[in-house]
């Protein structure tokens, strides 16, 4: 048995005393106002037990970490129809990349680079006002993490909003191809709105305990997807969750994971645990620098890789 209080509280120790501490992303403006001195670290295991150190409870943008939650929400809309808009293999490219669009005909790689995850919230929205689409993610978070109080960072997703010029050239030219049924600016609203979700590590863990247990929320043994689903997401955590960083971070830290530019990873050990750390500097793959060292100290001591220990 391992003494997972001990163990997160001594990374906290470790990395709060770090003087590496990356870069917070300024693209967003908002994002930039954020204080790189913070780390946390929450980890939910098998009995519901919540293990933290450092800034745990501090909620911060989870920007790309939703696209976990939309994809999970889409296929139960979609099924595998959401197949045919979306490719599920790993870009090699940054996040926000163009070019590979073009040779693509405007499908996207996977749903978790920018471009894969508008076309993905795209189809939440359809047949919806984005108010209500934007609705059913926040009460599908909520409800996976238990807490009703998680909210939207307004001022985030107007920052994002007013610079994410990027983000609308991918939307448009995947209008061009018919892969975005909607408005471009109704389908680029909702996504904004969905990465400005604020989460502390607490609840971003919790949020995620289904994927550690073949779907089921481990306390109340109810299902959120079956089996096979919790399987692949983290799958395509593990190939795509880190952009052009996904195969540095299989090698290092070796389990199923999703990082968001506001400094907050996602990390799945199936069967065992569903952790988050939270570390706003990041590295040159805009993923957070000392989350990923935070979950390779992790995964080392524990013997937690899927790879083997
Ligand atoms: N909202 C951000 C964007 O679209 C999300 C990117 C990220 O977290 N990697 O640029």
Not at 20 to 33: F, H, K, M, Q, S
Not at 191 to 208: E, G, P
Request: proline share 5%.
């Amino acid at each position: 048995m391992h003494d997972l209080d001990h163990i997160v509280k001594d990374i906290a120790a470790e990395m709060a005393e770090r003087p590496d501490r990356g870069t917070v992303a300024t693209y967003i403006p908002e994002l930039a106002n954020v204080d790189a001195g913070q780390f946390g670290i929450a980890i939910v295991d098998n009995d519901g037990r919540v293990f933290t150190g450092g800034d745990a409870d501090t909620p911060f943008s989870i920007q790309s970490i939703s696209k976990v939650f939309t994809l999970t929400l889409a296929l139960g809309m979609a099924g595998d129809r959401l197949w045919r808009r979306v490719g599920r293999e790993p870009s090699g490219s940054p996040f926000n990349s163009v070019v590979q669009l073009e040779f693509e005909k405007g499908i996207p790689r996977n749903p978790f680079i920018n471009a894969g995850a508008i076309a993905v919230t795209d189809l939440i929205l359809s047949g919806h006002q984005p108010r209500e689409a934007l609705g059913e993610i926040l009460r599908f978070v909520r409800f996976l993490a238990d807490d009703p109080s998680i909210a939207i960072d307004e001022k985030v997703a107007a920052s994002e909003q007013r610079t994410g010029f990027r983000n609308a050239a991918l939307a448009n030219y995947m209008k061009s191809f018919g892969v975005i049924e909607n408005p471009v600016d109704l389908a680029l609203g909702v996504y904004f709105h969905q990465c400005a979700i604020a989460m502390s590590c607490r609840q971003l863990a919790t949020a995620a305990r289904f994927l550690a247990h073949n779907g089921r929320n481990p306390k109340t043994g109810l299902s959120v997807v079956n089996a096979e689903r919790a399987r692949r997401i983290n799958a395509i955590m593990l190939t795509c969750g880190h952009y052009d960083g996904s195969g540095e971070f299989a090698y290092r830290v070796g389990l199923p994971g999703k990082s968001g530019v506001g400094g907050g990873i996602l990390a799945i050990a199936p069967g065992r645990a569903s952790i988050a750390v939270w570390s706003p500097g990041l590295d040159q793959n805009g993923n957070s620098h000392l989350g990923r060292i935070a979950l390779e100290a992790l995964t080392k001591r524990l013997g937690w890789s899927i790879f083997g220990a």
